[in-house]
C-alpha cells in the first residue's frame, strides 16, 4: 500500500519536538546507513549545533516529511550571503526509495529560488549519486557540490523563510496596504509563516501570512486556491 507522505516548511524548529525529531531521523539514519554510532555526547552536540545555528542572525530554512503526525524526513540549511546551504537531508531508512528525499530537496530548492539563486552542499560518500541525479555538480571534482535553482519553484507556492525588500514591496502591492503594515524586520524576527505564488514569469501574484489570523491576497483565484491548501496542509502538521 502506498504511503501519504506530506512535505510542509518548518518555520518554528524550536517548536517543541522538531529538533528532537531531527536528531531521531539523523541518529537512526546514520547507524542504518552509513554504519555511524552516534554516542550520547555527539547527540547533545549535534543537538546543540541544530540550536545554535537556528540563533544565528541568517535566516534559517526546514522541511518536514510526515507519515501521519510522525516526522520520518527532513531538509534543512541556511541562507549565506549569496547563496544557501542544506546541512542536513535524512529520510528514515524503512521509508526510503519512496521519492521523499527527492521531494525534500525540491521543496527546499523552490523556498530557496524565493531569495537565493544558488545552492551547495558536502555530500556523504552514498548521497553523491542521489544529488548528482537531480543537477548537482561537484566542485572540482570533491564532495561539495553545487546548483542553480534560479529558474525553481515557477507555477509553484513556496514558502518565504526569509523577507526581502523586494518580498515586502509585492505584498504592499498586492494587498493595497501601507508598507508599514508589512515590517520586514519584524517578520524575519517573528519567522511569521508567508507562503507566496509565483507565475511562470517568476512574477508572485499571491501571497499568504498567517499570524493570529490567516491574509490571503491574489490576483487570481486559482492562485488563491493554491495558497489556501499550502496553508491548510501546513497547518494540519504544524501546529
Not at 43 to 69: H, T, V
Not at 110 to 116: K, Q, Y
Not at 130 to 147: D, H, L, P, Q, V
Request: net charge positive; with cysteine.
Amino acid at each position: 500500500m502506498k504511503k501519504e507522505i506530506t512535505i510542509v516548511p518548518i518555520f518554528n524548529q524550536a517548536a517543541p519536538k522538531i529538533w528532537e525529531d531531527f536528531l531521531r531521523i539523523r541518529t537512526e539514519t546514520r547507524r542504518k546507513i552509513y554504519n555511524i554510532e552516534t554516542c550520547p555526547q555527539e547527540q547533545n552536540i549535534a543537538m546543540l549545533l541544530f540550536q545554535s545555528s537556528w540563533e544565528k542572525p541568517s535566516k534559517n530554512f526546514a522541511f518536514g516529511a510526515y507519515d501521519n503526525d510522525n516526522m520520518i524526513g527532513f531538509i534543512s540549511g541556511t541562507f549565506d550571503t549569496h547563496l544557501a546551504t542544506i546541512q542536513h537531508l535524512y529520510v528514515l531508512p524503512q521509508y526510503q526509495g519512496l521519492h521523499i528525499g527527492a521531494q525534500l530537496l525540491s521543496s527546499a530548492e523552490s523556498a530557496i529560488s524565493v531569495d537565493r539563486n544558488n545552492v551547495e552542499l558536502v555530500s556523504m560518500t552514498k548521497a553523491e549519486a542521489f544529488y548528482k541525479k537531480y543537477g548537482y555538480i561537484s566542485y572540482r571534482e570533491t564532495n561539495r557540490y553545487n546548483k542553480s535553482v534560479k529558474n525553481c519553484g515557477h507555477c509553484q507556492v513556496a514558502p518565504v523563510f526569509r523577507c526581502s525588500a523586494a518580498i515586502i514591496r509585492k505584498m504592499t502591492e498586492l494587498s493595497g496596504q501601507p508598507t508599514e503594515n508589512f515590517n520586514k524586520n519584524a517578520l524575519n524576527k517573528s519567522r511569521s509563516p508567508i507562503f507566496i505564488y509565483r507565475d511562470n514569469k517568476s512574477q508572485i501574484t499571491a501571497f499568504g501570512i498567517c499570524s493570529d489570523k490567516t491574509e490571503i491576497y491574489s490576483t487570481s483565484p486559482c492562485a488563491k486556491l493554491r495558497i489556501e491548501k499550502a496553508i491548510a496542509k501546513y497547518n494540519s502538521k504544524i501546529r
